[in-house]
């Protein structure tokens, strides 16, 4: 399959990762590139920052920028509309899976 069609398709499911993790606890770029590596999906960090971004203009995300270690690290919480489209998203894909397999 061609792997621009892939992109596309993986789009959706890593904002919904991406959304249950910062409903979970407060996540950065950094800690949500190996949390997507480690179940298989190959993307760069070019690509995940403009996705946490366009969540966050969205509003789907809350972005809070912390000095760690004389950084800056930006922190994203899911928002309260991030928290109804995550419900939507999760009754959405228990719908697929149960007629996909």
């Known amino acids: 399959m ?7 398709l993986f ?3 890593i904002q919904i990762h991406i959304l249950h993790h910062a409903k979970e606890d407060a996540i950065y770029g950094s800690w949500m590139l190996e949390e997507l590596h480690e179940h298989g999906y190959e993307i ?10 366009s969540m966050e ?9 912390v000095n760690v270690e004389g950084k800056i690290r930006k922190y994203y919480r899911i928002t309260s509309k991030g928290d109804v489209v995550l419900q939507e998203a999760r009754a959405k894909a228990y719908e697929l899976f149960k007629e996909i397999t």
């Open 2 to 8: 061609d792997n621009k069609v892939l992109r596309k």
């Open 44 to 53: 760069s960090a070019g690509t995940l920052y403009p996705i946490l971004h």
């Open 57 to 65: 203009k969205d509003q789907l995300l809350n972005k809070e920028e």
């Open 11 to 13: 789009l959706g499911f």
